[in-house]
């Protein structure tokens, strides 16, 4: 039954990228939920908002002093910074080789090069006839915001 469904045409095709890219999205964040100690991540990134602001404002008031105290600090910021986004990188690099996998398989279903969605505007160097890759590069964008924000994995 799954293979009788023409795939590769409006509006199958959409809607099955975008089932996809809500699905891939939302097992990557349970991913970084799971492995990603998100409250560190967090307390990492203010630390380093701060810090920054606080470098930034030494150096607009021209302290040399607090400048130079500071920056004895920032590589320890960056160290911290660093081993934060490291975490994150983990759970990414998990799930590449299977999401790739997943890309080819939706792409031997559809073809790479069928139109799947049609927008409104025309978009620069695009068109407005959306192939595969840019259709999920959109909504997978357009998701993972959201997904981010209801899984707890926003930095912010």
Known sequence: MILEIAWNQIPYST???IVTSIGLNLVSQVAVRLLVDVEEA???AREAKAFRKELLDAIKKGDKAREEKLRKKEKSIQQMELKSSNQRLKATFIFIIPF?????FISSLIGP???VAISPLPLPFIGDRLELFWWYLITSFAFAT???KLVGTSIE
Not at 100 to 104: G, R, T, V
């Open 15 to 17: 809607i099955l990228i």
């Open 42 to 44: 967090r307390r990492v």
């Open 100 to 104: 790739w996998f997943i890309y080819l």
């Open 113 to 115: 090069t069928t139109t």
């Open 146 to 148: 959201i997904i981010t």
